[in-house]
């Protein structure tokens, strides 16, 4: 029977000299250390510092040691966050009568991950056990795509797979094939149950109503609509077990894979649970609504019916991301084996938001809600603002000049959007107001004029046929050629086909036009003409063209350096470095 020494308030004391809520001292103390607890949190509830609070007493309780307690999150930024918090909670902890007595000075800490990331250290300790090499290559995104695609066209003449009746193209097709072979993954089905699926559903649509009066009972044009999409799956699904197949045969796993195979070892391979189980005495998991089917599952094997602290919100759930289950949270206590009389727990006291806010979100969320959430006693009134636009971009200036009349040179403010495809329009409207902008987010980033340029060169220094990319960085400020001199290289990179040997030689074998000279093989051909002069480019033109086209083969000769040099190099021979910033709009310029 272990002793509890401290409270929940007491090693709270260490981090902040505040005290916790009744519910948050309640979910620290009252869960069991035992057996599976479900704390039900709402949004800005403090779910992170509860998870940190909830170490610390484990700990100074002697409950388990920092190395015995597992943490487990979606994200890398969280899992650091959350990793930072609780190794600095422990060193204060450290210095304190709470610190055990014998725990070492020098103490390991707790691990705390990803899902993704455990799953794949479990999959790679267990690899051999269920038929993969422990170095299996994890195949990125690009990687995956390419070995996808060489499977769809070594696959695709099977009569089997019906891909005539797919309307889409090539690269389409491999985007489905990849979709579907982590929806597989993430749910354990093969093709032969997915199909079984389907041909359900199809007889479902079959009885819908017909056109009324039709003699041959004619469906309803919607009714194909439906069903067109739905019996495609099945074939796409061989495509994605034949992927599957090719993936194994050759060494590789991808994303989908850490969680799958490292559930496979868990459900195959004796002893996994045990030695899992003995490593680790406390389990916390964070974000608990967005884990999917198959991560559900893996935890199951390994740590049922015994202490697994999950914290979670269904209000916050973005199921159709991660594949995860909406009845994720109803089913915790079921799925973990847990007592029948295992308690939940909620957190209800929002620490973010002020009056007005929650009381407007519970209204909005209305029967939806798990958790009503309360405004903190040191919560502001606040205020809310509602203007309907008739379009887009006059919200966008509307927006803008809602935040310049904030006079925000003193704090900092944040615009949600629900579109990426909006961004630009809203930090232009607020760039024009003269406010600072920061996009936080790939998306935003890849919108930048600069790295538009940058990812330009880059294409074009790959690619012969990036012809349009090439176009813009002539014209880009770095050359500012005229559509003259563009118009001029374009009859310029006729001629020269016109008049390659090598080039009709393999026209003449039939090959596509592809294969013909591009205008960015004329660039980089201008360079050895003796007298290019004569083709018409203007005095200016002409040697702003010979430069870019110096440049580009020069950046084509480095291609042997590591990405990142490589990039950087790019970007400094387009002054790309120098634009930014000199650009007063670029809050954060590019270093």
């Known amino acids: 029977m272990v002793e509890i020494k401290f409270s929940a308030n007491q090693v709270y004391s260490v981090i902040k000299p505040y005290t916790l809520t009744p519910e948050q001292a309640a979910a620290v103390e009252q869960a069991s250390f035992t057996s599976p607890a479900l704390v039900v949190a709402g949004a800005g509830s403090g779910k992170t510092e509860l998870m940190a609070v909830r170490v610390l007493w484990l700990v100074a309780n002697q409950i388990a040691r920092p190395e015995e307690i597992l943490g487990l999150t979606f994200t890398r930024k969280a899992a650091a966050e959350l990793s930072k918090r609780v190794y600095e909670s422990l060193l204060r902890l450290r210095d304190t009568p709470m610190w055990p007595e014998g725990l070492e000075y020098d103490f390991s800490r707790p691990n705390i991950s990803t899902y993704n990331a455990y799953a794949n250290n479990l999959f790679r300790d267990n690899s051999l056990a269920i038929g993969y090499e422990s170095d299996a290559v994890l195949l990125s995104d690009a990687a995956a795509f390419q070995l996808a695609r060489e499977v769809v066209l070594t696959h695709g003449s099977d009569a089997d797979l019906r891909l005539s009746e797919l309307d889409q193209n090539l690269n389409s097709l491999v985007e489905s094939v990849l979709a579907l072979a982590q929806s597989m993954n993430d749910n354990l089905v093969t093709a032969v149950q997915v199909e079984a699926e389907v041909q359900q559903v199809a007889q479902v649509l079959a009885e819908l109503p017909r056109k009324a009066g039709s003699a041959d009972t004619t469906p309803f044009a919607y009714m194909q609509g439906l069903v067109q999409p739905v019996m495609a799956t099945p074939i796409i699904a061989k495509l994605a077990e034949a992927y599957a197949l090719e993936k194994q045969r050759q060494g590789f796993v991808d994303y989908s894979d850490q969680v799958a195979l490292a559930e496979k070892a868990a459900r195959e391979v004796p002893g996994v649970a045990d030695l899992e189980r003995a490593k680790y005495r406390q389990v916390l998991l964070d974000e608990y609504q967005d884990t999917s089917f198959l991560q559900t599952r893996l935890l199951q094997h390994l740590f049922a019916q015994t202490s697994v602290f999950a914290v979670g919100d269904p ?166 050629i005229g559509p003259k001199d563009l118009e001029r290289l374009h009859r310029y990179a006729t001629k020269v086909a016109r008049f390659e040997d090598t080039i009709r030689a393999k026209q003449q074998e039939g090959l596509s036009a592809e294969d013909s000279i591009s205008i960015v093989d004329a660039l980089d051909a201008l360079l050895e003409e003796k007298h290019p002069e004569k083709f018409g480019f203007s005095e200016i033109g002409l040697p702003r063209l010979l430069n870019a086209a110096q440049l580009l083969r020069s950046m084509r000769r480095q291609t042997g350096l590591s990405l990142t040099e490589y990039v950087r190099a790019v970007e400094q021979e387009l002054w790309l470095d120098i634009e930014v910033s000199a650009n007063p709009r670029r809050k954060n310029p590019l270093s």
Not at 379 to 406: C, M, N, P, Y
């Open 315 to 480: 209000n916050q759930a973005i199921y159709g991301w991660r594949g995860a289950s909406a009845s994720n949270l109803a089913n915790f206590y079921q799925d973990f084996s847990a007592p029948a009389d295992a308690n939940s727990y909620s957190l209800s006291t929002s620490w973010r938001n002020p009056k007005k806010v929650l009381d407007l979100a519970n209204r909005l969320i209305g029967d939806l809600k798990a958790v009503e959430l309360v405004p903190a006693p040191t919560a502001q009134l606040g205020q809310i603002d509602v203007r309907f636009e008739d379009t887009i971009k006059a919200e966008a200036q509307s927006v803008a000049k809602w935040f310049k009349a904030k006079d925000l040179s003193q704090e900092t403010s944040a615009l949600l959007m629900r579109k990426r495809s909006q961004m630009p329009l809203f930090v232009e409207a607020l760039e024009a107001q003269g406010i600072e902008v920061e996009v936080v987010g790939l998306g935003g980033l890849l919108e930048m004029p600069e790295i538009v340029d940058l990812v330009s060169a880059l294409r074009v220094i790959h690619n012969p046929q990036a012809g349009s990319q090439l176009i813009r960085l002539l014209s880009g400020p770095r050359w500012r």
